[in-house]
């Protein structure tokens, strides 16, 4: 009943098939799953080895690596063995870059999922025109993707592996481009003529992206999917991404608004946020987009007031003060309020609360019990001390 889910506090995910990536699952219920790139050249193995470890380290769950010929698919079975022998197996995504077939198949043999992008399946330089190709040529082409797409899905299929079927926008095949303009439903369409190629080969491990630089376009692509999707009965998870976000802040708030309001809706089983910085920096983007839409918690939720004339403290520095003694304790909740007037009433039901008093001293709440009133200097270490109390402190 959507009035009823339009006052749900908690987010009902679309249902989506179980989809296995190596030791991870994308879709069926599991956790909205983690995705980055490493930049190194897969050639260098020593370097894509280390640079995949450090970000499976930090949260990566799925490293992605770029496949444009045929050494660099042998030297991703290198670069799997030594993860195997010298840290873990971790689950890598290859990305085939155009219809390289033979590539593919090699790289298929080593990673547990492979990408590809539709717009890239093109055999011939395209016409300008949709006028210009007859019926026949026009219905030959498909013929061609199937035949040429079809050895990688039965190899994908026999060895339980899956496949992105990644749409980009920016790289439409004029085919779709002729029929439905640079639109969101010629990326939707473009992905569907993929999914059917597959479903008839019997293979369903299909994880499903329709990236777009521009925020609107991405969304409308992403639900139009959803709705495509459920008129076909289909159920495939869906890989969120805002492509070309840029960097700093405005790349981090440009990927929240697209990745965020799909995850609101319930739309999503992976993310990647791709920023023009070190992928390093995209896995804490994803981790925070996550808990706070509440579908992950992975980090301690603070909650703080935004401070005004009442505050009684610095909050600015007793902020940072907090987290930095408090920042590994996951699953707790802080508030670190300003005063005593709407602290306590707004902590959101944080498990511990540092409030203003008056002037000199705080109150340290457990839940919306105050514990005790404490000097400034000694907050911290008394918030510390009450944690440690309740048998919620870990060392650091
Ligand atoms: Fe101001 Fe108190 Fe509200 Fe903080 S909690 S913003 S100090 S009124």
Not at 126 to 133: F, G, L
Not at 226 to 250: F, Q
Not at 262 to 284: F, H, M, N, Q, W
Not at 302 to 317: K, Q
Request: aromatic share 6%.
């Amino acid at each position: 009943d959507s009035t009823v889910a339009a006052f749900e506090t908690t987010i009902r995910r679309r249902k989506t098939r179980p989809v296995p990536v190596g030791n991870i699952t994308i879709g069926g219920g599991h956790p909205v799953v983690v995705q980055s790139m490493i930049n190194e050249d897969t050639m260098d193995v020593e370097g894509s080895v280390a640079g995949i470890r450090r970000l499976h380290e930090i949260g990566c769950e799925i490293v992605r690596v770029t496949v444009p010929s045929m050494a660099h698919a042998k030297s991703l079975a290198q670069i799997k063995q030594k993860l195997r022998e010298t840290y873990q197996d971790v689950p890598l995504v290859a990305d085939v870059h155009h219809n390289g077939m033979k590539i593919a198949l090699e790289v298929a043999k080593h990673v547990d999922k492979v990408r590809i992008n539709p717009g890239l399946y093109v055999f011939e330089k395209p016409k300008s025109d949709r006028n210009e190709y007859t019926e026949q040529e026009f219905q030959d082409i498909g013929t061609k993707i199937r035949q040429t797409l079809e050895p990688l899905v039965i190899s994908l299929r026999d060895q339980n592996k899956a496949m992105r079927i990644g749409v980009n926008h920016g790289s439409l095949a004029e085919r779709m481009l002729f029929t439905y303009g640079d639109t969101p439903e010629g990326m939707v369409e473009s992905a569907l003529e993929f999914i059917k190629i597959c479903e008839s080969l019997e293979f369903y491990n299909l994880v499903i992206s329709l990236k777009a630089s521009r925020v609107p376009v991405m969304l409308a692509a992403y639900r139009l999917m959803v709705h495509r999707m459920d008129e076909l009965g289909m159920d495939y998870p869906l890989h969120l991404g805002v492509t070309e976000a840029g960097d700093g802040e405005y790349g981090r708030i440009k990927s929240t608004a697209g990745i965020g309001t799909l995850l609101a809706d319930g739309i999503g089983d992976t993310l990647r946020v791709s920023l023009t910085e070190a992928p390093e920096k995209e896995i804490p983007v994803c981790y925070s987009i996550l808990q706070a839409l509440g579908l992950r918690k992975t980090m301690v939720e603070y909650v703080a007031c935004p401070s005004c004339g009442r505050t009684l403290f610095n909050l600015e520095d007793v902020l940072r003060e907090v987290r930095e003694a408090t920042h590994h304790l996951t699953g707790l909740d802080i508030a670190v309020m300003g005063c005593i007037v709407n602290g306590p009433g707004e902590m959101a039901d944080a498990d511990y609360g540092y409030v203003g008093k008056q002037p000199g001293f705080i109150s340290l709440y457990r839940g919306r019990e105050e514990i005790k009133k404490v000097p400034e200097d000694q907050g911290v270490a008394e918030l510390i001390n009450l944690i440690k109390a309740d048998g919620r402190w870990m060392d650091p």
